[in-house]
């Protein structure tokens, strides 16, 4: 059975850091693409960053590049998301997701329908 549970979330101030944490299981984590994602109420859910599968290449949102950075790790069947610089406008509840890989534009893992395996979310509250 696929299963994605994420971990790390919490409240934060302005500037702080998080490290959010996907362990999967499940399935052979190397065919799959990772990605984050972050549901706000009252919009669509956005990609935040993804990660091909054998690493082979990321994305980010613009508004987060150069303060998170995503990273996996064949050893433990995990996704990090280090969250760094963080903003008010960082929060949400933040998903993990996998789909099957590997995509030949990494850029097009941040759309979230394809995906059809998700975590139950860990809630980030950035704010002072």
């Known amino acids: 059975q696929l299963q994605l549970v994420e971990s790390g979330g919490g409240l934060v101030q302005p500037g702080g850091s998080l490290r959010l944490s996907c362990a999967v299981s499940?399935?052979?984590?190397?065919?799959?693409?990772i990605g984050w994602f972050r549901q706000v109420p009252g919009k669509e859910r956005e990609g935040v960053s993804c990660?091909?599968?054998?690493?082979?290449?990321?994305y980010y949102k613009d508004s987060v590049k150069g303060r998170f950075t995503i990273s996996r790790h064949n050893t433990n069947n995990t996704v990090y998301l280090q969250m760094n610089s963080l903003k008010p406008e960082d929060t949400g509840v933040y998903y993990c997701?996998?789909?099957?890989?590997?995509?030949?534009?990494?850029?097009?893992?941040?759309?979230?329908?394809?995906?059809?395996?998700w975590g139950q979310g860990t809630q980030v509250t950035v704010s002072s």
């Open positions: 997701a996998a789909r099957a890989g590997p995509l030949l534009q990494i850029r097009l893992c941040a759309d979230w329908r394809p995906y059809s395996n």
């Open positions: 499940g399935f052979t984590f190397n065919y799959y693409v």
């Open positions: 990660i091909n599968n054998r690493n082979a290449g990321t």
